[in-house]
């Protein structure tokens, strides 16, 4: 490869349920890659990212709405597809790590297992919508959900319309999860979220470990 053509990024994605601890660990994560010496490494969340997937995420957050279950597929799908055109692939072409909070194991777990459409019509749509684009590697943080209740708790602040949900829903993504991990053992790697961040920090770092040798950063 040419000196001036850069090695293609890397996309590491953060999954879980709410209160798993995706948004802490997401920003900590992109300090220690820049520490051990991955040059540019950008953090981003979905819905989001990009203008039109705020707007988006606005409006599937918003408890005062309702959403059906394939409009709420849907939708995430479309904020996916503005984010992963106008700032995914341009970061990964360009040699960036990107640190993504959410992406589409989390519409696999919500809208297919929780909402009950199939994981494998909302993997089709979704193939859709980001080009088939995949992470190289996602963590996938795993909490009770008596913990992830209480964490929620003490972010303040209103629940939003995804977090009103009952107990029911939650199981089922949590097992949705559990399939996807099951089935997809060397991409998604598994971490006890319930301890310290530190402690879940140096677990997600090993769960890397093999693509900070690869030499890309």
Request: hydrophobic share 50%; glycine share 12%.
């Amino acid at each position: 490869m040419s000196p001036d053509v850069a090695a293609r990024g890397r996309l590491i994605t953060i999954e879980g349920v709410d209160g798993a601890g995706k948004t802490t660990l997401a920003a900590a994560l992109v300090d220690a890659l820049r520490a051990r010496g991955v040059e540019r490494v950008e953090a981003l969340r979905e819905p989001g990212g990009v203008a039109l997937a705020e707007r988006v995420r606005a409006l599937v957050v918003d408890p005062a709405l309702r959403c059906g279950p394939r409009a709420e597929a849907l939708l995430y799908a479309a904020a996916r597809a503005q984010l992963v055109e106008e700032r995914l692939d341009p970061l990964l072409e360009a040699g960036a790590w990107v640190v993504l909070d959410r992406f589409v194991d989390s519409s696999l777990a919500y809208q297919g297992a929780g909402r009950g459409l199939g994981v494998e019509e909302v993997a089709a749509l979704n193939a859709f919508a980001t080009g088939g684009l995949e992470p190289d590697r996602t963590v996938l943080l795993r909490v009770g959900a008596a913990q992830g209740r209480a964490r929620q708790a003490g972010r303040g602040g209103e629940p939003d319309r995804l977090e009103r949900e009952d107990a029911a829903f939650f199981a089922a993504v949590a097992a949705g999860y559990d399939a996807l991990a099951a089935a997809h053992p060397r991409r998604v790697l598994v971490v006890d979220a319930s301890g310290s961040p530190d402690g879940v920090l140096a677990a997600a770092l090993e769960a890397l470990g093999d693509l900070l040798d690869d030499g890309n950063g």
